[in-house]
């Protein structure tokens, strides 16, 4: 592994090296997101209808196609080059209706319209910069206009999970980063895979969104839904996502 700034360049690193192999576990695996994040998103996003949206830390473009399916323009934003050439070609068919752009939302590098978005959606993207992307996030929405984020529950974050689930310090927040082998199932990766991350606790996350200038609406641990396989209901005990939806005062 070669050095790094800091971890965040080593996440977008390791966006870029393993997008191919996200994208395809993604479509031909049963996962979490399936089976417990999907499904409390949409019930989140409502009607999309002539709505303008943010897809900000879009990946491959799974909520910038729905969006669009159902009748919004979006703006889909990803850090990582490949995961929006992957975006672009899974969105082919909506391509009308989606504008795409690499960058980070937390940064000045994406020019985003002040007071141009109904929706912001922002899917366990937001790894680092928290409070900043929240003030960018405030500034691109219009008075009144609804943020969906969600991210790995903050009492999974605190974890070491290079092997299996040992708990540190959930009131450390700070940047952490781990290495795995079995980050996409059971595929096999070419080397390890390295995590890069900001723990942020529940705490973190609803004092950022107030210092913001939004109004908290929602807070939610969803649960898998009742038909989830059964490796997954472990998380009817244990949250694995942590979701906010708040309104922009």
């Known amino acids: 592994m070669k050095a790094h700034d800091n971890a965040s360049s080593l996440q977008l690193e390791q966006f870029d090296k393993h997008a191919a192999q996200y994208f395809h576990f993604r479509m031909n695996s049963q996962t979490a997101n399936d089976f417990i994040e999907i499904p409390q998103t949409l019930k989140m ?7 303008s ?41 909506f391509a009308d209706r989606i504008e795409f752009k690499v960058g980070d939302v937390a940064s000045d ?3 985003l319209e002040e007071n141009s978005f109904d929706l912001v959606l922002s899917n366990i993207s937001v ?11 405030a500034k691109s929405l219009k008075k009144g206009g609804k943020l969906v984020y969600s991210q790995i529950h903050p009492t999974f974050s605190a974890c070491n999970m290079s092997n299996g689930l040992n708990f540190e310090d959930y009131f450390r927040t700070d940047s952490r980063t781990q290495q795995t082998e079995n980050i996409f199932g059971n595929q096999v990766v070419s080397d390890k895979y390295f995590w890069s991350w900001n723990h942020y606790t529940t705490e973190d996350v609803a004092i950022a969104l107030r210092t913001n200038g939004f109004f908290i609406s929602g807070i939610y641990e969803p649960k898998p839904v009742p038909n989830a396989p059964n490796q997954f209901k472990i998380f009817n005990r244990i949250p694995l996502f942590l979701f906010f939806e708040a309104v922009l005062a």
């Open 53 to 93: 949206v943010l897809d900000a830390g879009c990946a491959f473009g799974y909520y910038s196609k729905y969006c669009a399916m159902h009748g919004a323009i979006v703006t889909a934003v990803d850090i990582s080059r490949t995961q929006i050439d992957l975006c672009r070609e899974y969105c082919r068919e």
């Open 127 to 137: 790894h680092f910069s928290l409070d900043a992307f929240f003030r960018n996030c």
């Open 45 to 51: 996003l409502g009607d999309l209808k002539g709505l």
């Open 109 to 111: 590098e994406v020019v």
